[in-house]
Structures are given as C-alpha cells and as structure tokens.
C-alpha cells in the first residue's frame, strides 16, 4: 500500500539532491575561499581550543585566555622565524667575507662542467648543438623576471587568506562554545541523543586526526634531522640541521610538500659551506655517481623521508587516529590530490573520518528509527 508513496519520496529526495549540486556547484567559485578560510579556522580552533579552556578555567576570563594563547603562539613562531632567518643571515654573511665572485664563478663553472660530464652521450651531444647558450639562458631569466609579478600577487593572496584565517580562528575561540549550545538547542527533541553523539563524534574524529598529523609531521622532522646528522658523519657540513627537520616536519602537514620544503634551504647551506672545498666538489653517490657539494646525497635522503611517510607514518598513524583502515586513507589522499590538489589531500582523511562518522550515526538512526 505504501510502496508507490515511499518511491515518490525517494524520486522527489533525488531531485532535491540533484538541484542543491547544480546550485552548489554555480556558486562554488565565489564561496570556495571563504569555505577554505572557515575550514582552516575550525582546525586551528580545535588545536587550541583545549590550551584556551585550561586557562580560561584558571583566570576566569575567555577573552583574555584567547589573547594570551594567541600572543604566546605568534611569539613562538615569530621567534622561531627570526632565529633562522638570523642563523641563514650569518651564514650568508660568512660566506660573502669567505668567497669572492672569480672563486664563485669558477666553482659554477667546475659545476657545470661536473653535470655535463655526468650526462649520457646523446644528451651530451644535444646540448652541445643546440646553440646559444647565453640566449638561452637569457630567456630564463626573463621568464622568470616576467613571473615575478604574479608571484607577488599570489604572495598578496596568501597573506591576505591567512590574515582573515586568524580572525576567524580567534572569534571561534571565543564564540566557541556559544556557538556549540546554539547548535546544540537547534536539534529537534526527537534527534536530540542522537545529534550530540553526532556532533561529539565529528569533533573527536578532527582532533584524533590533527593529532595524528602531529606525530607524523613530528615523525618527519625527527628523521630529517637524522639523515642530515648522518650525512654530516660522512662529510657533508651541513649545519642548521635542527631548525630544517622542524620546517620539513612543520610544511608535511600538507602532504608530500614538507620533506621537499625542507630540502631548499638543506642544499643552500650544503652549498654555501662547501664553496671552494675540492673534496665536497669531487664527491660521489655511494661512490659511483657524482654529488658535488652533497648535493644529490640531500635530495636521496629527503626523497627516503617522503616515501617513508607518504607509504608507512601517515597511514598507520593518521588512518589509526580517525579509526580508518590504511588502504582507505591512501585512496581518500589520492582522490582527494586528483581533485583539489594539496589542499584535497590536507582534507582528504578528516572528510572521509567525518563521512565515516555521519554514516555510521545515519545507519544508527535507520536501524533503531521506531524507538525515536
């Protein structure tokens, strides 16, 4: 009796489905950074919501909870930032009062010349007919001049995301938990048990995956510090190697950038101290392949740290965090990096944690719905 009712309902759910896509989907481009924004305000929120409420319980006060959690935050990354740029500044300065340019230039050269070599014979060949070095390399400089201004303005868009990203997190903060009761009041008495397990759920899925992003970005550093120490045994004179593994293990937090990230400024100091050293110049992977200056010794063992983490770390400890299996976890990135790109994947796990969460509580609901 109730079969062609209960069709109509599921062809008019469709529908409704169908057209909140097709709306969605027109004004996504004008939401899209404002969504991004909110995304990452709710993330840093629950980082520090836990620091803001043990203080709060303490002083008594929200507001001033908020601005001292916040001021201590910036201070620590503000002193953090200013004491490498500090240690990279003197290291420049060391490096200028140490080479002269004839002694740069030669060493480029004796550089170029070692890459050269090192080439198959048909490369070699390639380029030696290719011609017009110099014009050439004068077209990349003038690319890469006329990119710069784009990159000023992507630059300009950063800072402008993470501006509005921190006034966002800091009103979450303080609203918080006002928000969170009217959310609370919002639920109809009928689903009333059921919408705060839901809401308890979603918020201990984003944690325990923050978490684990923690331990894995921890994970990172941890080894990228350990292989430069280990290069550094074998000759490399590398220093700053402290201050790396934290920016590699800081940047994984978007996923396969950190250990990349982490390896610019490792082959800058690789450079800078080995100028003018004929041993670091005539150096050789595992003895066969030349590494002038350490150079391809760097970007092995930062490539080893990413295929550690990308295929071992971040699925057994992000993918146990959120109670999701391994497997699961690497197509969530993978279809998440196919869509969006980085940021699919820095979303990708806790999207899925919280799909996991909503199913579960919807085939809860669909099971038990005659006793609500």
Known sequence: MNTPKNYFQLIYHIII??????????????????????????????????????????IGNRGLSVLAVVVILLGGIGTFIGSFISQMSKQAMEFSSRVDKDTLTREFKMLGEKFTSSLPDFLQNMQSTSGDTAGKLSEIINTIVGSLASMAGAIGNFMFIAAMVFIFTVILLAEYHRFRRSLVNAIPNKYFEVG????????KSVSSYLRGQFLSAASVAAMSVAGLLLLNFFGANLTLTVFIGIIAGLANLIPLIGPFVGMVPAILIAFMNNIGNDVAMAHQLFGVVPSPFYLLDIVLMFLIVQQIEGNLITPALVGKSVGLHPMIVMIALLIGGTILGPLGMLFAVPATGVMKVVLQEISFVRKNAHLL
């Open 196 to 203: 705060i397990k839901l809401i308890y759920n979603i918020e």
């Open 17 to 58: 489905g169908l057209i909140a896509i097709w709306f969605l989907s027109i004004i996504w481009p004008y939401i899209s950074q404002v969504v991004l924004m909110l995304v990452f305000a709710f993330l840093f929120n629950t980082v520090l919501l836990s620091s803001v409420d043990a203080l709060e319980r303490k």
